[in-house]
Structure formats: C-alpha cells, structure tokens
C-alpha cells in the first residue's frame, strides 16, 4: 500500500478524480491489487479556476482530501492494511464559502490536533493588502488547525494566512507545528490569525543572494523570519 511517509499526492501521482484506493506494491514499478476504499464527495460543481483533487496522510491512520473546489475533508482510515471502510470525521469549507484550494501539507499532533497548509491563488484586496503597486495576484497559504474535542468531533480551532508574490518553491511545517518552511523568491508574511493580532516584525531582512529565499515564520511567542 502507499507508505504515508511519501506525505501528499496530487493529480500527477494519483487519481483522485472520484474514489480513494488501497493500492498494495510488490515493486516499485509493480501494482499488485487496487481496491476502492472510499468515494470523495462533490459539494460543488466543477469550474474553471477549481484546483485538481489533492490528499496528504497527516498520520498513519488520518488523511486529508480536497476535491479542488473548496471543501477539506479529514478521514479516518484506520489501518492501512485492512480492509475497515474509511470514515470522514470532519468536511468544510476552511478558506470561505466556494474558495478552491490544493492542499500542500500536513501534519498530526499528539493523534487530537491536525494542522495542514493550503494553497489558493486570489488578488491582492482579497489579501487585505491596500498597496496600490507590486503583483495583483498573490500566493495564499491558510495554516488551518484542527482539532478533536471531548464529544470525538473535530472542529477548527484556528486559521492563519500567509501572503507573497512570486514563485512557492516548497512549503512545510515543521515537526512540532510552531513554524512553517517557505521557498520562494519572494518574501512571505502573516496577513491573518483567527486567534493572535498579528504584529509586524520591523527587522530588516538581510541581503538575499541567489534566487531562493527560505523563510522561517514561528509562532512560539512572535512572529519572525530569518533570511539566509
């Protein structure tokens, strides 16, 4: 089956387009069995400007699947190896209503906190940004945060928003979910927290040498970047 270490597939490695299969390796090169293990729902009707469909494993047992158009779905798998039906512990729509996004990555913390990055393309005024110059689109990251509460049921906790022009490299969050790893060309900020006021970190970035910036934002006690 697929090692959940691989972290998250998108169209060009696995076909999400309506169902979720157990897929069993003998080989790299060699599928021994496919077997469908549950249907992805489609809330929306499909339009241009929807992202392909796209899954991350946060966890050996949890996964989460978009279908491109706006909605994430969290699903407990149980284990892999079974043949146990999966079962969609949480399905929304975490950047607003009808806004599409691929998912980036994800990670679980301590099985009851899911944090995931999401990717979605929209202009500048949506970003809250008032600068009349520079790029009218802008990359947006959405640092979503699950969690599990006492009834069993998973809820958002919160929802921080990251926004830079240019070209995303590679976006990841860190082992303990503090911070996020950006590559780009282009710096990155925090536009958006549902559960801190953001404060602006007055440091000037130190000199960038060659065409790939990799970023640091925290969130242990404040927000900062380090440049190198």
């Not at 270490?5 to 169209?11: A, K, R």
């Not at 929802?159 to 780009?184: K, W």
Request: charged share 20%.
């Amino acid at each position: 089956m697929i090692d959940p270490s691989l972290g998250t597939f998108g169209p060009t490695n696995l076909n999400l387009s309506k169902h979720s299969v157990n897929v069993k390796l003998l080989q790299p090169s060699r599928v021994e069995e496919l077997r469908e293990v549950w249907e992805l729902p489609s809330h929306h009707e499909r339009r241009p400007g929807h992202y392909n469909p796209s899954m991350s494993f946060s966890s050996p047992e949890l996964v989460l699947l978009t279908d491109g158009a706006g909605t994430l779905h969290l699903v407990n798998t149980g284990p892999r190896a079974g043949t146990a039906a999966w079962e969609v512990l949480f399905s929304e729509e975490v950047c607003g209503k009808e806004t599409p996004f691929t998912i980036l990555h994800s990670r679980t913390i301590d099985h009851e906190e899911v944090h995931c990055l999401l990717l979605h393309i929209d202009d500048r005024s949506a970003a809250g940004d008032s600068k009349e110059t520079g790029p009218v689109f802008l990359n947006m990251v959405e640092w979503v945060t699950l969690v599990q509460g006492d009834s069993s049921t998973w809820s958002v906790r919160s929802v921080r928003r990251l926004c830079g022009p240019g070209n995303l490299d590679y976006t990841a969050l860190e082992d303990t979910c503090s911070s996020v790893y950006i590559a780009s060309d282009k710096p990155f900020h925090f536009t958006m927290d549902s559960e801190n006021t953001i404060s602006e970190d007055k440091t000037e970035p130190l000199p960038i040498t060659g065409n790939i910036v990799i970023i640091i934002l925290s969130y242990l006690k404040m927000l900062s970047s380090l440049w190198y």
